[in-house]
């Protein structure tokens, strides 16, 4: 199914599909149940054009490479091209604000990273950034007091609050973007708060943005 960056009736935004930049370590909770270290600069990883689908399809996970692990995270999406941008140019490119998942293959991500390699074949396959709907900016009050849960069979598996970002959206991506040109139609996923666990086939998943969306899929094999 192709996708497209749908807006909250299920339009087509009509902004092109193009890259996921992701930053890795953003919550302190999570960096903890990782056994992780703080980063002195962000740190960023990227998912292709391929990696994005549409969650409200399915949540659809490898089955032959070892876990497959939820990350819930504010997904940003941008409309406009961004290099070197100051904090404002950064806010005024933000088209709206969504969740995405930011599947990860955990063993392995924990096999390249004792290798020292990327991250890239336990983060970027096929599929593995599926997006909400986006809400428009103007829409959202205030982009550091976002609340957003991730349910899985009916339990609260994590539960996020922007405000506990380590780096904050707006010059999170304004950073990002003194490294390389971020480009209308980029998303961008912001970090998972702590409960990373196991998907598997057949399970319910719940995302909810608060105040503003909740919807339900389910995950199945790819
Ligand atoms: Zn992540």
């Not at 009050?141 to 899985?152: A, K, P, Q, R, S």
């Not at 708060?193 to 339900?216: A, C, E, R, W, Y």
Request: with cysteine; charged share 20%.
């Amino acid at each position: 199914m192709t996708y497209y960056h749908q807006n909250d009736k299920g339009q087509d935004i009509g902004l092109p599909v193009n890259k996921v930049v992701c930053v890795g370590r953003n919550y302190l909770d999570h960096i903890n149940e990782m056994n992780s270290t703080v980063s002195e600069a962000p740190l960023l990883f990227m998912k292709p054009k391929a990696a994005m689908c549409n969650i409200a399809n399915a949540v659809a996970i490898p089955t032959t490479m070892g876990p497959c692990h939820n990350e819930l995270e504010v997904s940003v999406l941008l409309n406009r091209e961004l290099k070197n941008a100051n904090e404002e140019e950064a806010k005024n490119a933000i088209w709206g604000i969504g969740l995405g998942l930011d599947l990860t293959l955990r063993e392995a991500q924990a096999a390249l990273k004792k290798d020292g390699q990327p991250w890239e074949r336990a983060k970027s396959f096929d599929n593995s950034a599926p997006l909400s709907q986006f809400v428009p900016i103007s829409a959202i009050n205030d982009l550091d007091d976002l609340h957003f849960t991730l349910t899985i069979n009916g339990e609260v598996r994590q539960q996020g609050d922007t405000s506990l970002m380590l780096n904050k959206i707006i010059p999170l991506i304004a950073h990002m973007s003194t490294i390389f040109t971020l480009d209308a139609g980029d998303v961008v996923l912001t970090g998972t708060p702590k409960g990373v666990g196991p998907l598997l086939p057949g399970d319910n998943v719940s995302i909810s943005l608060q105040g503003h969306f909740t919807l339900d899929t389910k995950v199945v094999g790819q």
